[in-house]
């Protein structure tokens, strides 16, 4: 991997994209996670204060508190086999997602990404290879999220926008680096322990754990390998719309 990183470092230095310095922002790296204590808008803390410390960097973690907007976003680092019926479900409801993609997902998967793109939904940069970005020097980082960037401009004629460091890993260098690129980088107000295929949240469970935490310009993040979202998804819809809530794409 260390190999193929070094190669498309080349590639992009021999096509001219300058990378970036940020000796004034800090390396530390940030392993995010939101807490579970609200505020009395069942708004949490974690992501208020967030929000709060990094959002002049280019970084989204939740919304304002005034308006009844949730984003629904899902990573997709390999296919499971529910991303179709989860499209199948938001094309029913009316509601646009965002999908945060890698290279291997996007080159395994290309009738997938084409029909999210198609039916109006975000595609998210999730980088190229899935590695800590803190860990990464600027050209490889530049190379995480530019190679990523043209490959899916290339094949899908689509321009990213918004990316998702995995593990919820950053710095403050990443998301400068990010905003320079022209990346608005998306955390989350809401998350829970969906990724384990072997492990999968029992269903009434994860509806009630998923709805009860439902606030004001939440950024709800789902893995789309779970058997358990896809079950649930058109009922936890239902619930927002009853709700009052929008969804809305990025």
């Given at each position: 991997?260390?190999?193929?990183?070094?190669?498309?470092?080349?590639?992009?230095?021999?096509?001219?994209?300058?990378?970036?310095?940020?000796?004034?922002?800090?390396?530390?790296?940030?392993a995010?996670?939101?807490?579970?204590?609200?505020?009395?808008?069942?708004?949490?803390?974690?992501?208020?204060?967030?929000?709060?410390?990094?959002?002049?960097?280019?970084?989204?973690?939740?919304?304002?508190?005034?308006?009844?907007?949730?984003?629904?976003?899902?990573?997709?680092?390999?296919?499971?086999?529910?991303?179709?019926?989860?499209?199948?479900?938001?094309?029913?409801?009316?509601?646009?997602?965002?999908?945060?993609?890698?290279?291997?997902?996007?080159?395994?998967?290309?009738?997938?990404?084409?029909?999210?793109?198609?039916?109006?939904?975000?595609?998210?940069?999730?980088?190229?290879?899935?590695?800590?970005?803190?860990?990464?020097?600027?050209?490889?980082?530049?190379?995480?999220l530019?190679?990523?960037?043209?490959?899916?401009?290339?094949?899908?004629?689509?321009?990213?926008?918004?990316?998702?460091?995995?593990?919820?890993?950053?710095?403050?260098?990443?998301?400068?680096?990010?905003?320079?690129?022209?990346?608005?980088?998306?955390?989350?107000?809401?998350?829970?322990?969906?990724?384990?295929?072997?492990?999968?949240?029992?269903k009434?469970?994860?509806?009630?754990?998923?709805?009860?935490?439902?606030?004001?310009?939440?950024?709800?993040?789902?893995?789309?390998?779970?058997?358990?979202?896809a079950?649930?998804?058109?009922?936890?819809?239902?619930?927002?719309?009853?709700?009052?809530?929008?969804?809305?794409?990025m």
């Open positions: 991997m260390k190999r193929l990183i070094a190669a498309i470092i080349s590639a992009i230095i021999a096509a001219g994209i300058t990378s970036y310095a940020y000796s004034e922002y800090s390396t530390e790296k940030i995010y996670g939101m807490g579970v204590e609200t505020d009395s808008e069942n708004r949490p803390l974690g992501a208020v204060s967030a929000q709060r410390q990094y959002g002049d960097k280019g970084a989204l973690f939740i919304g304002e508190a005034q308006h009844k907007r949730i984003w629904l976003t899902f990573d997709e680092g390999y296919e499971n086999g529910y991303t179709a019926d989860i499209l199948d479900t938001l094309k029913e409801k009316q509601v646009k997602a965002v999908f945060f993609v890698t290279y291997d997902y996007c080159k395994d998967n290309p009738q997938l990404v084409r029909r999210m793109i198609d039916e109006g939904h975000t595609v998210g940069n999730h980088t190229w290879s899935h590695p800590s970005l803190p860990d990464c020097s600027p050209d490889e980082l530049d190379a995480e530019s190679l990523l960037h043209k490959y899916v401009h290339d094949t899908f004629g689509y321009d990213m926008y918004v990316m998702r460091p995995p593990m919820g890993e950053f710095s403050e260098q990443v998301l400068a680096h990010a905003k320079q690129m022209g990346y608005t980088t998306v955390l989350w107000s809401f998350a829970y322990p969906d990724w384990d295929v072997n492990d999968q949240p029992e009434d469970a994860a509806y009630d754990k998923i709805t009860s935490k439902t606030h004001n310009g939440a950024v709800y993040l789902l893995h789309a390998v779970s058997e358990t979202n079950a649930i998804l058109s009922d936890v819809i239902d619930y927002w719309h009853e709700n009052g809530y929008q969804m809305t794409p």
